[in-house]
């Protein structure tokens, strides 16, 4: 096969290639940066002609045209995950969800339970054999890629090349449209006292040789910034973002004590600067694979001392978060929480912390309740939990018996809450 002719026979502008998508299909779109924007402006653009169609994807990042009430019968958005957004319209009701695990996505999708018809996706240069990476996020795409009628890849010179399970030959492709545009930033998130108080009790915990997945926000972040003095950490995460990256310029990061693949990072989706993405270009230590290798709770468990850190919105005397909703009413996602909350959980001497403010909205309501509000959507449940952080410190509740969680969640809420914190949990026959 000439590669180089057979690139020139797929090369084609942005509108002929969406016209590739068929009233009814399912189009599926890989996660934040590596959604291709040409692409689906061009599909946007072919809305109104179009019945039927939807757009599946975690965590959108750029306001497309179909993100509207007006046009759900032309183009419907069906998120895995809540993004900037997509969030209005779902917690609206015109923009449907698929509550699921992050690593289980390329089983549903394999399994033909969450259809796929179109692939579009960012994707790198092809190289000299004919090869095009898709490093900006595998995650599902790569499942979805095996499933669809038409793969349709928007190449960009500034897309990294990136080693790992994410690369799409030539043949596989029905369409390529080519950009040159700079891809997406996503700066670190703002670290107030609160954040940076949390991120210490986490960091105080955190053992040199340990093996870290590091959620999205600017609690986990704060984490990081902690973790600049520490030796021989690992990457075996979801996101890569700059936290991560200002870690392995630090020198904490080196992979060497890695007991499951020594000397790599590992991670589904890239979440960051320009630098970030300069960084990841034909990289050898790292690595980046489909989600349901870097979030199978049992593979990621083969790394000693894994390290999982993740943000919830509420928890409850128990140990339920509530990490996705705010009562019923939809705010993200399930996304990877549980699944490295339950491999730190498998992994030898491993810790899993979900980290919260003890408050929101300015110290008015308490983020640690006797029972989570009506209608939460449950995430990390009360048989996984492990360790709960807010800035008044560390709460471990692994093998505790109710009372003792009670004791150690109102120890660590809002000293304006325990009180009233302590009476509900008597009224519960907690305490």
Wanted: aromatic residues 6%; proline residues 6%.
């Amino acid at each position: 096969m000439n590669f180089d002719q057979a690139y020139r026979d797929r090369r084609m502008g942005a509108a002929d290639a969406a016209a590739l998508v068929h009233d009814g299909d399912t189009v599926v779109v890989p996660t934040g940066v590596g959604e291709p924007p040409a692409l689906l402006a061009a599909l946007s653009a072919r809305g109104p002609e179009l019945s039927g169609v939807t757009v599946s994807q975690i965590l959108p990042l750029r306001k497309f045209d179909y993100f509207n009430p007006a046009t759900v019968d032309n183009i419907r958005h069906n998120a895995y995950f809540f993004g900037g957004p997509s969030r209005p319209g779902g917690q609206a009701g015109w923009i449907d969800y698929v509550p699921a695990y992050f690593s289980e996505l390329p089983q549903l999708i394999d399994r033909g339970l969450t259809p796929v018809d179109v692939v579009f996706s960012m994707a790198s240069p092809m190289d000299e054999h004919g090869f095009f990476s898709l490093s900006l996020a595998p995650d599902y795409t790569m499942a979805a890629i095996r499933r669809a009628r038409a793969v349709l890849l928007e190449v960009n010179p500034n897309v990294p090349s990136a080693f790992g399970e994410c690369r799409v030959h030539v043949s596989q492709v029905a369409a390529l449209v080519e950009s040159d545009e700079p891809l997406l930033e996503v700066g670190l998130p703002t670290i107030g006292p609160v954040q940076e108080a949390i991120g210490k009790h986490v960091a105080e915990l955190i053992d040199d040789g340990s093996t870290l997945q590091i959620g999205y926000g600017a609690i986990p972040d704060a984490v990081v910034m902690q973790l600049r003095h520490k030796h021989d950490l690992g990457i075996h995460t979801e996101m890569i973002g700059d936290g991560i990256l200002t870690l392995i310029e630090s020198g904490a990061v080196t992979n060497r004590r890695k007991t499951y693949m020594p000397g790599k990072m590992v991670a589904t989706f890239a979440l960051g600067s320009q630098r970030l993405y300069r960084f990841m270009h034909l990289n050898p230590t790292l690595e980046m694979h489909p989600v349901d290798f870097t979030n199978d709770p049992y593979l990621a468990a083969r790394n000693d001392k894994l390290v999982a850190i993740n943000a919830t919105l509420q928890i409850d005397l128990l140990g339920q978060c509530g990490s996705e909703s705010i009562g019923a009413t939809p705010y993200s996602g399930t996304g990877g929480q549980v699944d490295f909350v339950r491999a730190a959980n498998r992994s030898r001497d491993g810790k899993a912390f979900i980290v919260l403010p003890s408050t929101a909205k300015e110290g008015t309501i308490s983020r640690i309740v006797p029972t989570l509000a009506t209608g939460t959507h449950v995430t990390t449940g009360k048989n996984d939990i492990n360790y709960v952080v807010t800035e008044y410190g560390v709460a471990q509740l692994r093998g505790k018996s109710a009372r003792q969680r009670c004791d150690a969640l109102i120890a660590i809420a809002h000293p304006d809450f325990r009180g009233e914190l302590r009476a509900a949990a008597a009224r519960m026959r907690l305490m």
